[in-house]
């Protein structure tokens, strides 16, 4: 395996649009990295211009020690996971996983010790002699995963790979996947617009939006500590609440007064002085919500509009004026809908940003 470096690689299409502006990091040698941003932002043209399958404007790219900007995507020494599963119909799963280790001229003993190699990992042993027509979706899937495996590349590019299957079926090839990438000690590039997936398999994430690297940090940490809004609102599920107002100090408490006359109080909140008395956003993670009895300094009403029950927590939507926000409660929380509760913000995990430029405070 082999580390890959990216220095202020661009995309600028004939039009001019700029697909990628500047990226810059790298993957260390058995990394699992994930790319993650909404669809348009640029995660799949920069795999692709790691694999070679777009050209570069600008910039290096370096796989291992040497600089791939030239290189065709066949000796790259890189193997490509798509979307879709690209099997080849009239070939049963055994020759499909050798079919680009014979293209490559590998000799018979060595394919089959590496064809079954890959059937046993990926658990296809009984599979051998099946075509994809008599597979499921995730069998399909891992035949796809076995001959990008068999390769035994320096790196592994996956394009989305689980987005053609359920809801189940994902869940449970995002733990085939980390348990590979564990049992393999590979080097992973993963794109993926499923911020589940991301902060689930990826040991960094790099966030993307209009072509433009946002942040890139461990999951948790992008999760606690957002550079700007966007990643913030981006990440975690159900998103952020974002709240808009100035902020007020009265008497030691801290309040957002929003436009509306509506008075948020952010108790324990942790506040600089130059803040005060300017406009604001202020992030609240939905688990940051609490339930309030009544009476409670730092206590605040607003309407239920919809309690969804999913069995471990429930989550509560609600109306604040004009403010919509989202709770995440204890199961045995269950406010009824239409009515007034009283809810209290968890100030010391409040975030605060910029409200013209975005920018983490």
């Known amino acids: 395996m ?54 570069i404007s600008s ?14 995507p066949k000796d790259r020494d890189i193997a490509m996971v798509f979307q879709s599963y690209a099997l080849y119909p009239h070939m049963t799963v055994a020759e499909n996983l050798a079919f680009g280790l014979k293209l490559r001229g590998h000799d018979k003993g060595a394919i089959a010790s590496r064809v079954a190699e890959a059937a046993k990992t990926l658990e296809l042993d009984a599979l051998l002699d099946r075509k ?28 989305e790979p689980l987005s053609n299957l359920d809801a189940k079926l994902r869940m449970s090839m995002r733990v085939e996947i980390a348990r590979l990438h564990r049992q393999l000690g590979a080097t992973m590039i993963y794109v993926t617009h499923d911020q589940i997936e991301a902060m689930t398999l990826g040991q960094r994430i790099v966030v993307l ?51 509306d006359g509506v008075r948020v109080p952010l108790p324990g909140a942790r506040v600089r002085e130059q803040w005060i008395g300017r406009d604001i956003d202020i992030g609240i993670r939905p688990e940051h919500l609490r339930p309030a009895p009544n009476g409670e300094t730092g206590a605040f009403e607003a309407e239920v509009e919809v309690v969804e029950p999913v069995g471990s927590e429930v989550f509560v939507n609600l109306r604040l004026q004009r403010q919509p926000l989202i709770a995440r409660f204890e199961p045995n929380v269950l406010p009824e809908r239409g009515k007034p509760m009283a809810i209290a913000v968890a100030g010391e995990r409040a975030h605060f940003f910029d409200p013209d430029t975005g920018t983490a405070l």
Do not use: H, W
């Not at 291992?64 to 030239?70: T, W």
């Open 209 to 259: 939006d209009k072509g433009v690297i946002q942040q890139i940090d461990t999951p948790m940490a992008l999760y606690e500590k957002p550079a700007n809004l966007f990643v913030a609102t981006f990440l975690g599920s159900p998103a952020m609440n974002v709240l808009r107002g100035r902020l007020l100090a009265e008497g030691g408490l801290f309040a957002l007064q929003m436009a």
């Open 59 to 72: 910039g290096t790219l370096k796989i291992g020690e040497r600089a791939v900007n030239d290189v065709a």
């Open 132 to 159: 994809p027509a008599a597979l499921s979706g995730g069998q399909r899937q891992r035949v796809a995963l076995g001959r990008a495996l068999v390769r035994q590349p320096q790196a592994f590019l996956l394009d």
């Open 2 to 55: 082999a580390r890959v470096q990216l220095d202020q690689v661009r995309k600028v299409y004939p039009n001019g649009f700029v697909a990628v502006a500047g990226a810059s990091f790298e993957v260390a040698d058995g990394e699992l990295l994930v790319l993650v941003g909404p669809s348009g932002c640029g995660k799949s043209t920069l795999l692709r211009m790691i694999a070679g399958l777009e050209s």
